[in-house]
């Protein structure tokens, strides 16, 4: 049986006011202080993402990091299918699975095709090509572009108004940095996929597969979280404080606030959330929080 669930919720608006809330069937979430032996980083000396002229410079270096070029045009699904909303909609959703999650099976995409959002279903790279990359001279580009090939054939398709990027797991890394470089991107919603690099080292579960080191990139997750969240655009970071396969805790509220003043500079909007969850999973009550979903939980896999 599913645990109750608690969930501590910080959001910043573009305009710099910042609002919380908490839904609990449990006692509150409390916040701890960071442990002494945790170094933190000097976010201001160390980011990038200043300006929004910044967003613009990094996000051409990043494209040509990955693709050696332009962001592809072609047409094509691959790893992928188009699901319909249960209901005629002009939103897309784009929901990347994790590691051997069958993304069309997915709870997630499920929900958002209750929530109102024809979704285009990514499945993950299999994970034997994950440390296979070091010697290819993009080696991220297996990775990510599926999503553009998928994106660019779903606008073929149909004109939506909106289109959102949905990712759990290592769709959830593959939100981070796809979001980051494509502003057609408005709203990105990353799911127990990263944490930035001093955490990686100290958070039990974190270290991630081969491409979480972002081999090729001369930019960290911090740039990239501000880079998704700038000019009118918005990232939800979604952590599983139980989670007992990747990224658990809340530590992640040693960044959040430069991270939220910083994409509020930028016009944009950073926000995270804690959910007191223990299954590598979306819970039900998280996808209804973000989407208004009311589609039937499945069981959660583990699946990375």
């Known amino acids: 049986m599913q645990r109750n669930v608690a969930i501590l919720i910080v959001l910043t ?19 701890a202080p960071p442990p002494p032996e945790l170094a933190i980083p000097d976010f201001e000396a160390e980011t990038q993402v200043r300006t929004v002229e910044d967003v613009h410079r990094l996000r051409a270096q990043l494209i040509r990091e990955v693709f050696g070029g332009e962001l592809p045009t072609g047409r094509e699904l691959v790893r992928a299918s188009i699901l319909p909303a249960d209901k005629p909609s002009r939103s897309l959703a784009i929901y990347h699975g994790g590691h051997k999650q069958v993304a069309e099976e997915a709870f997630g995409a499920r929900a958002l095709q209750s929530a109102g959002y024809d979704v285009l279903a990514i499945s993950m790279l299999p994970g034997v090509y994950h440390e296979r990359i070091d010697g290819e001279p993009y080696p991220l580009r297996r990775f990510l572009e599926p999503v553009a090939l998928g994106l660019n054939y779903a606008l073929e398709q149909k004109a939506y108004d909106e289109v959102i990027m949905v990712g759990l797991s290592g769709g959830g890394w593959t939100t981070v940095v796809y979001a980051a470089m494509d502003p057609r991107i408005q709203r990105s919603y990353q799911i127990a996929g990263s944490l930035p690099e001093y955490l990686r080292q100290f958070v039990p579960h974190s270290i991630g597969d081969h491409e979480q080191s972002l081999p090729g990139l001369s930019m960290g997750y911090i740039d990239l979280y501000l880079m998704a969240a700038s000019e009118g655009r918005e990232q939800f970071q979604v952590l599983v404080r139980h989670d007992p396969c990747c990224f658990p805790g809340d530590l992640a509220h040693t960044y959040r606030p430069f991270v939220e003043k ?43």
């Open 262 to 304: 910083r994409a509020a500079e930028l016009g944009g909007q950073f926000g995270l959330v804690v959910d007191e969850l223990d299954q590598h999973d979306i819970s039900p009550t998280m996808a209804r929080l973000l989407w208004g979903a009311s589609a039937p939980h499945r069981e959660a896999t583990g699946d990375r």
């Open 13 to 31: 608006a573009a305009a710099g006011a910042t609002w919380a809330w908490r839904l609990s069937q449990e006692k509150p979430v409390v916040t």
